[in-house]
C-alpha cells in the first residue's frame, strides 16, 4: 500500500501563501495513478481540493473553491507533489490530506496537515 507523507502546513494571514508537499512511498505506482488533496474544515465534510496524474499526461483537476488560486503539480525526480495555494483566505483553513488512487477512487490517505489562515 502506498503511504504518504504530507509537510508545509501552517499558519498564514489572509492574501498571503502556502506550498505543501506530499510525497508517496512503498507500494505500487502505475499509469492510471494520481495524488491529489481535500480539505476538511471543523464540523464539514471533506473536499477535494486538486488531483493530477502520476505520470504521462497531467490529468489536473481542481475544485470549485480553489481554481485560479491553488496550483498542483509534480516533481517525477523528487517524488514530490505540490500544491502551491496563493490568496489564502479563512475559509481555506482546515486541514489538508495528500491522497492516492485513480481518478475516481482514492485507496491511501496521508495523516494531513493543518492549514490556518488568520483575517
Known amino acids: 500500500q502506498v503511504q504518504l507523507a504530507e509537510s508545509g502546513g501552517g499558519m498564514v494571514q489572509a492574501g498571503g501563501s502556502l506550498r505543501l508537499s506530499c510525497v508517496p512511498s512503498g507500494g505500487t505506482i502505475t499509469l492510471w495513478s494520481f495524488l491529489g488533496w481535500f480539505r476538511q474544515a471543523p464540523g464539514k465534510e471533506r473536499e477535494f481540493v486538486a488531483r493530477?496524474?502520476?505520470?504521462?499526461?497531467?490529468?489536473?483537476a481542481y475544485g470549485d473553491s480553489v481554481k485560479g488560486r491553488f496550483t498542483i503539480s509534480r516533481d517525477n525526480a523528487k517524488k514530490t507533489v505540490y500544491l502551491q495555494m496563493n490568496s489564502l483566505n479563512p475559509e481555506d483553513t482546515a486541514v489538508y490530506y495528500c491522497a492516492f488512487g485513480t481518478a475516481t477512487s482514492w485507496d491511501s490517505w496521508g495523516r494531513g496537515t493543518q492549514v490556518t489562515v488568520s483575517s
Open positions: 493530477i496524474r502520476w505520470t504521462g499526461g497531467n490529468g489536473i
